[in-house]
């Protein structure tokens, strides 16, 4: 069951934008697993992708595809992944990109594709191919709830969010999707993820705002430490607002629109984590005074990837020593132990390098009980800062991906 996670908000369509979902037979049956976002002539898009370097074929492409032309369509389909496809993958996600094309009588190279699922399995083309009537037919501007449960895998729940915000006197509508739950500590975006608006903004604004909310947001989720061959994350605007475009030289305007992006990003992300593979908790960690930001991302990240760490949240057991552990063996050069402070929510259970002296067992008891909780770690040597959020690990963990292909 999803931590605190209670179905979609009211997601706001964005002009410009339309959305269709099929049953193409790719899952279940019955279930949608095909999606298209069709986008109005003139959308500006930014995308941000998987570092890891077996990338999956429409990655390859989607990279491609962006570089060359604004899009007039993506293309997502669940179930498949088409990574470590080789040669035959590329021609597969290609062959889909003709065939949508040709459907909205653009180019192949104005269809940006997105897959995820089984790695190492070559698209069912014919049945992707016999799908895209029924997502043409369906486009709607009113189609992100559709989407949002579209494009899930393992997913319990759709993720989405919606924003509406005034810049220059103009509103604006931001909404986004996004799936993930497993293989999830991204090297630059989240499983997948496609946010919109209607904001106009100029191409060297709208890709340094997906930058910096994708490092802010994305970046800093982990379920189990694996990064997919598959992630992306794209920002689509249309410009239908007609505002004064966003410009990074317009530090108010450019300002505002980042800050609502990031706001966006952040939702989506703490949504994957909140609906983690078998999850129980919620965790932010923090961790502060450090000497760089970097040091303090080690030591949040070791944190999170520790699996007694994880097993003793689920089990809502406050075994703080395999916190400490955890801290100690960060790759930090210069750990100061004697100046390192831990907290759960506010109890203090190490100060200065020991069992603070009004730590009880109790107290630690009473903060493991609840669902969500906040790790926080002050390294005593510096002022840089760094917040990650992550789950539990559970029996379900286990399950759900010892069973993942049958």
């Excluded at 986008?39 to 930014?46: K, Q």
């Excluded at 994350?233 to 990031?262: D, H, M, W, Y």
């Excluded at 132990?337 to 020991?354: E, H, M, W």
């Amino acid at each position: 069951m999803a931590v605190g996670l209670s179905g979609l908000s009211t997601l706001h369509p964005v002009p410009g934008i339309r959305l269709g979902t099929a049953a193409a037979g790719l899952r279940e049956p019955g279930r949608r697993d095909l999606v298209v976002i069709e986008c109005a002539p003139g959308t500006v898009a930014g995308g941000v992708f998987t570092r890891n370097r077996f990338c999956a074929a429409p990655v390859v492409l989607a990279r491609e595809h962006l570089s060359r032309a604004a899009p007039r369509a993506l293309l997502i389909n669940t179930g498949y992944a088409n990574a470590g496809t080789g040669a035959p993958g590329l021609e597969d996600a290609l062959s889909c990109c003709r065939a949508l094309g040709k459907t909205l009588h653009c180019t192949p190279v104005e269809i940006v594709p997105f897959s995820t699922g089984v790695i190492g399995e070559r698209l069912p083309v014919n049945k992707i191919l016999a799908g895209l009537p029924a997502c043409v037919a369906n486009l709607q501007e009113a189609g992100w709830a559709e989407a949002a449960a579209g494009i899930m895998t393992t997913d319990t729940v759709p993720k989405g969010c919606s924003r509406r915000i005034m810049i220059d006197s103009h509103t604006v509508t931001i909404t986004g999707i996004a799936k993930g739950a497993g293989m999830i500590r991204p090297d630059m975006a989240t499983m997948l993820a496609f946010v919109a608006t209607d904001a106009k903004v100029a191409p060297q604004a709208l890709r340094k705002c997906i930058t910096a909310a994708v490092n802010e947001t994305f970046n800093r989720i982990t379920v189990d430490g694996d990064t997919s061959t598959n992630d992306a994350c794209v920002l689509l605007a249309t410009g239908k607002a007609q505002n004064p475009e966003i410009a990074v030289s317009n530090e108010a305007a450019f300002g505002e629109f980042t800050r609502a992006i990031s706001e966006v990003f952040a939702e989506l992300a703490q949504a994957i984590i909140r609906d983690a593979e078998g999850a129980t908790k919620f965790i932010t960690i923090d961790v502060t005074d450090g000497a760089t930001e970097t040091d303090c991302l080690e030591v949040a990240y070791t944190i999170a990837h520790s699996p007694l760490v994880k097993t003793a949240f689920f089990a809502g057991d406050p075994n703080w020593g395999r916190l400490l552990a955890a801290v100690g063996r960060a790759n930090v050069a210069k750990l100061k132990v004697d100046a390192v402070s831990i907290y759960l929510n506010d109890v203090c259970v190490v100060r200065n390098g020991a069992l603070a002296d009004d730590y009880s067992e109790a107290k630690g008891q009473a903060v493991m009980n609840g669902q969500e909780i906040h790790v926080r770690v002050s390294l005593g040597a510096g002022t840089h800062k760094a917040r990650i959020w992550t789950s539990d690990l559970s029996h379900d963990y286990v399950r759900i991906n010892a069973e993942y292909r049958t």
